[in-house]
């Protein structure tokens, strides 16, 4: 059974999505049990979603089956504290599945990846999240948009789907985010910020509220104090903030994007909360280079 409907999870969509990792032990199986620490600190903390199965939790190198344990698990951790998005996509078969399985959890609503395929159609995008919302059986749908390319008529024939509430833009482009949030004023959607905090203070600034996070899982704090400020429109606080937690997100962005997860699970593992590797293609682990760069970090924000 779903925990936040309607008003409820509306409002939390405005907030912090944490994108919650995958954790794998030293056989590269998933093992659940150091995921509860992870949740417990991010909703101690005031995180206000949390997300199953996105990119932080290597929704592509997960197998099928895997991901629907992971929505799973991820629920029994959650236990109806905070709203749990399950993210769903690939093939449209495998993102009905999945969808199903997430309503079997009891996610409250799920979060729908762009798809990746190198052939698609704009109509067939629509096509594809329509086929997702009717595996969903009503529930809430969040749109994943890590390009424009589709085009804005796209954009707005997916937001005026039924079940769609809110949009996850993980583009850097600020102006066709206000365009696509005047287009749609009427359906008074939840606008996510989808590049993290780094890109959070721009696109508040057209309209989107709250923003995606993978910091979440060690410092939720720190995502929280950010949210805070962009809220209060203390832009001048929001950007010492994001600037102290920009060499994180630096790292993340090293080998084209790829230690974007295992910087997140190196800093899990210097804190104790270790959560496994992270699974090729992404890089593992840290070079001796990285890692330092990584301590003097943590080890500053700590003190």
């Known amino acids: 059974m779903t925990s936040f409907t309607g008003p409820a999870l509306r409002a939390a969509l405005n907030g912090i999505s944490g994108i919650l990792v995958t954790p794998f032990d030293a056989q590269d199986a998933i ?14 903390a005031g995180v206000h979603v949390l997300v199953a199965n996105g990119n932080t939790s290597e929704f592509y190198g997960l197998q099928a089956q895997e991901a629907e344990r992971m929505v799973h698990v991820a629920a029994e951790c959650v236990a109806g504290r905070v709203p749990l998005l399950g993210g769903v996509g690939r093939s449209v078969h495998e993102a009905r599945a999945l969808a199903r399985a997430s309503v079997k959890a009891g996610a409250d609503a799920l979060m729908v990846h762009q798809p990746p395929d190198p052939f698609v159609a704009p109509r067939g995008v629509v096509t594809y999240v329509q086929q997702i919302a009717e595996a969903a059986e009503g529930l809430p749908l969040v749109l994943y948009l890590r390009n424009e390319n589709i085009g804005l008529p796209t954009i707005e024939a997916l937001c005026r789907i039924p079940e769609v509430v809110g949009v996850k833009w993980a583009s850097p482009t600020p102006l066709l985010l206000a365009e696509a949030i005047r287009r749609t004023a009427d359906r008074n959607l939840a606008w996510v910020g989808g590049l993290a905090e780094v890109w959070a203070p721009p696109l508040y600034a057209v309209g989107a509220r709250g923003f995606t996070s993978g910091l979440i899982n060690v410092f939720p704090e720190r995502s929280v104090a950010i949210y805070n400020a962009l809220e209060q429109a ?70």
Not at 31 to 44: I, K
Not at 281 to 292: D, H, I, K, R, V
């Open 31 to 44: 093992c659940s049990a150091p995921l509860q620490p992870v949740v417990d600190r991010a909703v101690d």
């Open 234 to 303: 203390d832009y001048a606080l929001a950007m010492r903030l994001i600037g102290e937690m920009l060499p994180f997100e630096e790292l993340r962005a090293q080998e084209n994007n790829g230690a974007n997860v295992t910087v997140v699970k190196a800093a899990l593992q210097w804190m104790g909360n270790d959560c496994g590797a992270t699974r090729a293609p992404s890089a593992w682990p840290l070079s001796a280079t990285q890692q330092q760069q990584l301590d003097t970090l943590l080890n500053g924000w700590k003190a």
